[in-house]
């Protein structure tokens, strides 16, 4: 039955939380907003629960099956702080701590102690100390405020972290352990984050969705590598996504359609980071992935062929592009030559991989390269002498950059930054002039 399911729904799985992109604003200021397969939900800010779309199982909650194809709020309920979509189930957390459950119930993800779908919420049991939610596709996952874990639903790969392959029809502990502090739910997979910074996984591995570098199932939850510096995650249908500390973006997992965002199709089963440090939030669908830098921006990546990148094209995208009006833009993809010691009036080499990362115009770019202090471009910087780089790029598309700078026989001795900018000398629509800058990773050490 289970893998009958995965061979029906295969064809409508592309569009799992494009809702991102394509979803127009309901009402008033809308706080939350969750996708299942064919299904949306969304909070307002007065605490009311509103969904629409396919409502074959109950999973938009409103005591019918009867597809919607506009927002109906669900109830009379003002007391809703959280919501998550799965396949075809939904769950949500109230102000006063209780979890609440609805839609297909075929492996128990409800988890109210049977298989037999819902088509309103109802309550799962009687505590009132739940404070987050997740669901996959066939099961669920929850934190109480007491740092414990929770999981039900479907098992069939040991993404319920037991140690087994059994469903569970009810929520059941994972472990003894009290310091989880954030989850995410993949199709069988699941990840969570705990409050000393690791991160951890379990369930289908095929793709190395997991990120422990094989592609072996793990029934229970494994750490990934012994870095301690996670702060948030995201999981996609087979693949995962994670920021650190330092606002490093770090994917790993299934890449067939680039969802990684590493210029590539390989899989990969260990988290390797894409692009600079400047990433602040994430998102996974089923075969791309969504993301903002810390600048405000959307860049999106990966499976295209609905639109579900919001690029205005239906191409698949192998890296990050930014998402908006047709601008064109740089990035930095690598800069080599840079970890030396140099004198005032030396020269050296700068090979820079750029990108105008635009969806829609070609862009003709001046490109400069600064020495700084810090990773910020501003006016105290001194300009590197050398060849100016003046290069025509399409939307989408690369060129590596090789060239040679020297320094300025006044320039102070210190640690710095090599910069490279670009000036849109034919003056393009941009949506934001400032992010034309990108700093190296490593300094160069000027003597004195």
């Known amino acids: 039955m289970r893998k009958l399911l995965i061979i029906s729904y295969s064809l409508f799985l592309f569009i799992l939380l494009s809702f991102l992109i394509t979803w127009k604003q309901v009402g008033a200021e809308t706080p939350q907003i969750a996708s299942g397969l064919v299904h ?32 109906k709020q669900i109830g009379t309920d003002n007391n809703w702080v959280s919501i998550a979509a799965g396949l075809g189930h939904s769950l949500a957390l109230k102000s006063d701590g209780t979890l609440w459950a609805w839609g297909f119930n075929c492996y128990g993800q409800l988890g109210d102690g049977s298989t037999t779908d819902s088509t309103s919420p109802k309550q799962i049991g009687a505590d009132n100390d739940w404070v987050s939610i997740a669901a996959g596709d066939l099961h669920s996952i929850a934190l109480k405020s007491d740092g414990t874990l929770w999981v039900w639903g479907d ?26 502090v954030s989850i995410a739910a993949g199709n069988y997979h699941s990840l969570a984050l705990r409050s ?15 990120g422990d570098g094989t592609t ?51 899989d990969s089963t260990s988290p390797k980071q894409i692009g600079p440090n400047n990433w602040v939030s994430i998102v996974a669908g089923l075969g791309h992935s969504l993301a903002l830098k810390s600048d405000y921006t959307l860049w999106a990546w990966g499976f295209n062929a609905l639109g579900q990148l919001g690029d205005s094209t239906k191409t ?55 020495l700084s202090l810090d990773t910020v471009k501003d006016s105290s910087d001194i300009l590197l002498k050398g060849r100016s780089n003046v290069i025509k790029l ?53 003597l004195p």
């Open 40 to 71: 949306s939900l969304t909070l307002k800010s007065d605490g009311t629960l509103w969904a629409w779309g396919c409502n074959c199982y109950g999973q938009l909650g409103d005591g019918t099956t009867i597809d919607c194809i506009s927002p």
């Open 155 to 180: 098992n069939c790969c040991g993404q319920l972290g037991d140690g087994s392959t059994t469903d569970s029809t009810s929520p059941k502990q994972i472990g003894a352990d009290n310091d989880w």
């Open 196 to 210: 000393d910074g690791t991160i951890w996984t379990w369930g289908w591995n095929y793709y190395g969705q997991l």
């Open 216 to 266: 072996t199932d793990s029934a229970s939850p494994k750490q990934i590598g012994t870095d301690n510096n996670w702060v948030s995650i995201a999981a996609g249908g087979e693949h995962s996504l994670a920021l650190r500390s330092d606002s490093t973006l770090w994917t790993w997992g299934c890449n067939c359609y680039g969802q990684l965002g590493d210029d590539t199709t390989t």
């Open 316 to 370: 698949d995208r192998h890296s990050p592009v930014k998402i908006g009006k047709g601008e064109a833009d740089l990035v930095l993809m690598s800069a080599s030559n840079l970890s030396v010691k140099k004198k005032c009036g030396d020269s050296f080499k700068v090979t820079a991989t750029v990108r105008n990362s635009g969806s829609k115009q070609s862009g003709k770019f001046t490109i400069r390269f600064y």
């Open 394 to 446: 399409s939307a989408g598309k690369s060129s590596i950059r090789k060239t040679k700078v020297t320094i300025p026989k006044a320039t102070p001795s210190g640690n710095y930054y090599v910069i490279v900018c670009a000036d849109d000398t034919n003056k393009i629509t941009e949506i934001d002039k400032n992010n034309n800058c990108t700093a190296s990773q490593t300094q160069i050490e000027i």
